[in-house]
């Protein structure tokens, strides 16, 4: 598609590979020097521009950006009284952004806030680093969005223990969620006696998840990270169909996928480079296996002595 000269219109990814071209140090600090920090408002358009809002949710993504060097700092009582909506419209806004809170949303605003500030004549400059540094930090942030939801560890313990019960336990993850359920399948066998792992779509998703109930599973845990696919929701709707309760490690806690889950654990991706990065999702499911281990510890041990017999008997790994 293009526009009205004819040139071809980029795709989100080709625009994200030329926008994250990995630059050296000198060669950043000079583009830093030259090229001016990208406007408040771009930044925030870029932020508000992916999820589908509601028409009250545009209404407060457009206070924010006329007026974000203030609104950054308010709290969520104070935003909600601006804007005229509720607070708990405020929260399904912040989580329809991706984040797992208000508190979270406003640490981007507030760094978007000071970062227009910063850019003020006269102000000083800082270094903002390369941009692979500034993708690790955008993991941080979403690492200490996950720290901050684990001081209320209850549901994390709760699931666990739900997903220890269940035999078979299966897992699905289609496309590029594949690996990250390969990575839970994996530890989980070592623990639990029968997981099974669904990473192919269609007719092959919807057999396992039927056997999977017709065998007395009675959890299925879900990934679904960006881009969100159809055939995802579709297995989803399935499993529930046959009576398989969702537990989902997903990106955004609102949206169809978010609705076919009967738990639902929020963890933000990097964005920062041409394709997403996964350090909040891998510590999420980290969380729920070692919730797996202290649901039934007996189990646990008496499988992990056996595994450990079998690995030194057939010298599965090198000695270090």
């Known amino acids: 598609m293009g ?21 050296s140090g ?8 030259t090229a001016p920090a990208p406007a408040p408002t771009s930044l925030l358009r870029a932020l508000f521009d992916g999820p589908r809002l509601s028409p009250g949710q545009r209404r407060i993504a457009h206070y924010l950006i006329e007026h974000i060097t203030e609104a950054a700092f308010l709290s ?62 955008a993991e941080i ?38 690996a990250l359920a390969e990575y839970f399948a994996y530890a989980a066998r070592r623990i639990h006696p029968d997981v099974r792992l669904v990473t192919r779509g269609g007719s092959v998703a919807y057999d396992a998840l039927l056997q999977s109930r017709e065998a007395g599973g009675t ?19 399935v499993a529930r169909g046959a009576g398989l309760k969702v537990a989902l490690i997903t990106d955004l806690a609102l949206g169809p996928v978010a609705d076919e889950a009967d738990v639902v654990f929020t963890t933000g991706t990097g964005s920062r480079l041409v394709f997403d990065s996964y350090a909040a999702p891998v510590l999420m499911s980290a969380a729920l296996l070692q919730a797996m281990t202290d649901a039934d510890p007996e189990r646990t ?20």
């Not at 299925?220 to 579709?234: C, D, N, V, Y």
């Open 76 to 137: 969520i009582t104070d935003l909600a009284e601006r804007v005229g909506v509720s607070q708990p419209s405020v929260t399904r806004f912040a989580t329809a952004m991706g984040f797992s809170g208000y508190p979270a949303l406003r640490e981007r605003l507030q760094s978007i806030a000071l970062g227009a500030l910063g850019s003020a004549p006269g102000a000083p400059a800082e270094s903002r680093g390369n941009e692979l540094q500034e993708a690790v930090d």
């Open 141 to 178: 942030a979403n690492l200490e969005n996950l720290r901050r939801d684990f001081a209320d560890p209850d549901q994390v313990i709760e699931t666990g223990r739900a997903l220890s019960r269940s035999t078979p336990l299966t897992v699905l993850g289609l496309r590029i969620s594949g």
């Open 3 to 23: 526009d009205e000269t004819g040139a071809r219109v980029p795709s989100p990814q080709q625009a994200r590979a030329q926008a994250s071209a990995i630059t």
């Open 219 to 237: 959890w299925l845990l879900a990934f679904a990270m960006p881009r969100h696919a159809q055939e995802t929701l579709t297995a989803l709707r």
């Open 26 to 33: 000198r060669a950043g600090a000079e583009a830093e020097a």
């Open 301 to 320: 041990q008496a499988r992990l002595e056996e595994y450990e017999q079998v690995a030194e008997q057939h010298q599965f790994f090198l000695k270090d």
